[in-house]
């Protein structure tokens, strides 16, 4: 049997791939969903932050949105743009440095011409390389540092991977005069009931009762191949764990370096008002280090409702302690300093604190995962998703993965 640890996206799709039907999941939280979940408050629709699927794969796309009512599900163009020096430039950055003042632009593109040639040896170095030393200080650095609360030197050179594509010069030079601003999350599909539509999408394909709510993992037994939950003891024939990677070897009993597993926590103010703001954006970032939050997203705008529906992300270092009373009053007075907020009053509001969010990708903790997964996959132990397989990755991927591993376990 196998047992599957997280009902989530990755722990939900693992048991839809699979062939047969000898399967449990078993998910801590009373309801599944993971980070993918849907709040309806005083009229407003509000997820765990924003949740949209930047479909790059045609087939992971049908596996998601056949069981969907398409009536229901919103083909969006993204309207994205960079809060930068009180001005707005257009997003992706390195596409619109034109729009920035004279001075500006002119640094961006000198830096842009006379990149290093050398080889990276950390995130922070690649990104110079990749676009220049101006386009790197004035939004790569300062936005991916709020982010992580950290030195970007400390992160891999692949810490993300295809999301930090190379910089095209004749591609951005082509930009000034011809508009594109293609990336690869342009257009996402957005359910008008919020992101937990695509749970239940996926939902269809699983046995509702081989789902077990309020259950969690708490030790696993390498040598009898069995799992003791917070109600009873389960023997398996693969364990497949999403939970995070250092969750689960503290539950093996492995040691580890705890400094190898560091991340960012985040906090989500999702906040309703009266009625609507000026903006058209879906989201806007905000590199400036004056403001606490990374980046504000406009619900309303994608879904096309009568009153402003933001969610503000704040990223925490991982022991950090957080005030929400006091940091939702900062943000109310930082968007108003923006004049997101111009008269609208807040009607309603909710907290989430996404622990981990972003996982710290080092050269040494890439290692450790890696060594550790091969030893447990010859023990029948398999990990999914971001937090399970300690990387940075789309639900997609997520997706993806799973699936090639229901597959690849169940091919003979």
Not at 15 to 40: Q, R, V
Request: glycine residues 4%.
């Amino acid at each position: 049997m196998d047992v599957i640890i997280g009902a989530g996206i990755s722990g939900l799709s693992y048991a839809a791939f699979l062939p047969h039907k000898n399967y449990l999941i078993l998910e801590a939280a009373p309801s599944p969903g993971g980070y993918c979940k849907t709040t309806f408050k005083d009229g407003f629709v509000w997820d765990y932050s924003g949740h949209f699927f930047h479909f790059q794969d045609e087939e992971i796309k049908r596996f998601v949105t056949s069981p969907m009512d398409k009536k229901n599900l919103l083909n969006v163009k993204r309207r994205a743009q960079i809060y930068y020096k009180n001005n707005y430039i257009d997003f992706p950055f390195q596409k619109n440095i034109h729009q920035l003042a004279k001075e500006e632009f002119i640094d961006c593109l000198y830096g842009l011409y006379f990149r290093g040639k050398k080889s990276p040896g950390n995130f922070k170095e690649m990104l110079n390389l990749r676009y220049g030393d101006a386009i790197c200080k004035k939004f790569l650095y300062p936005y991916n540092e709020k982010i992580y609360k950290d030195s970007l030197a400390l992160l891999d050179v692949n810490a993300m991977g295809r999301f930090f594509p190379h910089a095209d010069m004749e591609e951005i030079v082509r930009n000034f005069k011809i508009k594109d601003d293609y990336t690869y999350n342009s257009f996402f599909l957005y359910p008008s009931g919020g992101a937990f539509e695509y749970i239940k999408s996926i939902l269809t394909r699983v046995l509702h009762d081989r789902i077990f709510l309020n259950e969690k993992a708490v030790e696993v037994n390498l040598k009898n191949k069995t799992l003791r939950t917070s109600l009873r003891t389960i023997q398996y024939d693969n364990l497949i764990s999403t939970v995070p990677f250092f969750q689960l070897l503290t539950m093996l009993k492995i040691d580890f370096n705890e400094s190898l597993y560091n991340y960012s926590k985040v906090l989500v103010l999702n906040m309703g008002f009266d009625k609507k703001g000026s903006s058209r954006n879906h989201w806007v970032y905000f590199p400036d280090r004056e403001y606490c939050f990374y980046r504000v997203g406009y619900y309303d705008n994608i879904l096309n409702a009568d009153r402003m529906s933001l969610y503000v992300e704040l990223s925490f270092m991982r022991k950090e302690k957080i005030d929400i009373v006091k940091m939702r009053e900062y943000v109310l007075s930082e968007l108003k300093k923006t004049e997101i907020i111009k008269d609208q009053k807040l009607i309603s509001w909710q907290a989430l604190i996404m622990d981990p969010a972003y996982v710290y990708i080092e050269a040494q903790s890439q290692k450790d995962v890696k060594e550790k997964r091969e030893y447990l996959s010859k023990k029948n132990i398999y990990t999914l998703g971001r937090y399970g397989r300690w990387k940075y990755c789309s639900i997609e991927d997520n997706i993806k993965d799973a699936g090639e591993l229901a597959m690849r376990l169940n091919s003979v």
